[in-house]
């Protein structure tokens, strides 16, 4: 169907014949915000009230998009990937991508309407005087991802290279360029990029060949190729090059700000020269790129472009982290909506015992997930307000949902796939391309094992166990918190003190074999004290045996052959009483 006749195309009403003869359940129009009872609950907690009532009715338009228009919007821009057009018809060589309308509707929604590549930047949005803290962000993207994921990296790179302009660029090069990124007209709007990865420099930086020679005036001019730049026509990206003449290694990298066009309007020297055929993200491009003396401008100091450019990626690694919550939280939705409706055997699937099981085995990583989403987003708003230790913590929170929350949205949607049974892997069903993407979640921004690397990183050069263990800590000993069981909080805390035990020797020379090993451990004892501390906050029994199932199932030794139901201690006095 074409996109003009999709636009006046609506669903038939199902009648009763289509509805005997094709009893598949379709969750499509439910509104994912207010259907997730669980979201809202979770909001009284980190958002305060006057804000949360504030942004309710956007939240709430937000998520009847996700589960309806833009959904749809997804699935036409997923089978219609964009292509690079580097003539015109009468023979210029001007290079375009050209996306499909659904993507550029998308992309209106995503950056215009919600804001949500400027929402941090910008002094008033939405009505509502004052910048938000990251947490409305990241609800935004949580929603927004359930439909689209391919759009939310250059949406989220826009965000991240305006908080690094912001933060390292000279006041000149800011006052120059943030109004279009800041900017929520769609005609006048800029997006972002950050073009690092080359052929023999991806997760090793230091290798990076790109040259960038001093031009006339304030800007540099880079040579080089860049291997894999996704949305690789926006309007700016941060590029990392070497210094001519410069020291080698690390320290030879500097970072640049390098504008699609030139001052009088030409496109600036640098040419797209393949898009790639990808296995998940199909709606946006991601490319190769030859700069060939491409206007730029030094971002920073010289010398310190990797260090600068770490701040940028760490925002696009939490914001990964939340996306990997969000293509969860559809996919256990779905398969919540789809045991509830479908009948096999003369019974509901959600009335069958093992199905009820396999339900909670998909909830307990995605409900750890969302959990360590709002962690992370309130470490990251006391780190920008100066808090003490807040950006410790923040440095090993940030791999941490990275590393783990990426690598669990891998499984759970593949698993809630088969919930659907055989229409799960029928392309016309949302499965499919939530499993295609949620496997880049684990590679780009740092594979897996880089990410894991990072956590050792934050513990040997921030300092970041002691400030994680007190954190975790301090929501076991918040006063409020009067409902976790006694034997549970000994159990959070003594397996703690073993999983910190582990990453300080993976911390040690020699010790970097364990890093995916402490790293899972420290996630899900992290995550399990957090989701204790809020389903006591807001007297959840759900989330407190999601909680002890987070424990028991993925953070503690298990024996294969015995039946592993939560310990009956953990069901006892409160901890408060007991501690
Ligand atoms: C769809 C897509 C879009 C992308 N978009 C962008 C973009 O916009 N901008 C950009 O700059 N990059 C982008 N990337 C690149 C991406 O970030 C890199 O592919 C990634 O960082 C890995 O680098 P690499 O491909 O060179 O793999 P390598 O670095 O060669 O890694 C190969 C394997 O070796 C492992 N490895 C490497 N070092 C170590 C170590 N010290 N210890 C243990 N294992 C190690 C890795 O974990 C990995 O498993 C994109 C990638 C994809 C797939």
Redesign the pocket.
Known sequence: MRFEQWCEHETPAMTESTAVTHPIPDRHGQNLYTADAELQRLLQLYLADDLRRHMAPHFERLGGLAGGLLDELAGIADHHPPELESRTRTGLDVQRIVKHPAYVEMERLALSEFAMGSISHRDETFGWRGKMPPAVKYVLFYLFVQAEFGLC?PVS?TDSLTRTLKKFGDPALVARYLPRLVSLDFDELAQG????????????IAATTTLARRGTGDHWLLTGD???????DADFAMV?ARVEGGPPGLKGVSLFLLPRRLDDGSLNHYRIVHL?D?M??RSMA?GEIRLEGAVAYLVGEQGRGFVQMADMVNNSRLSNGVRAAGLMRRAVAEAEYIAAERLAFGKRLIDMPLMQRQLDKLRVPAEQARTMVFQTARALQRADAGEDGAYALLRILTPLIKFRACRDARKVTGDAMEVRGGCGYIEEWSDPRLVRDAH?GS????????VA?DVVRAIQREGSLPVLRAHLEALLADPAVTAVPAAFARALRETFDRAAALAETAAQAGG?VLARQAASALYHCTSAAAMAWEAARTDSADRMRWAQLALLHRALPRDPLSPDVLPAAWQDAPAAVAA
């Not at 990029?193 to 090793?204: I, L, N, V, Y």
């Not at 860049?226 to 690789?232: L, R």
């Open positions: 990296c790179m990029a950050m073009f690092m990865t080359e052929q023999a420099a991806g997760s090793d860049k291997w894999f730049c996704s949305n690789p990392l790639k990808k998940g993200t991601s880049l590679i780009w921004e740092g594979t897996s094992n880089i690397l970097e």
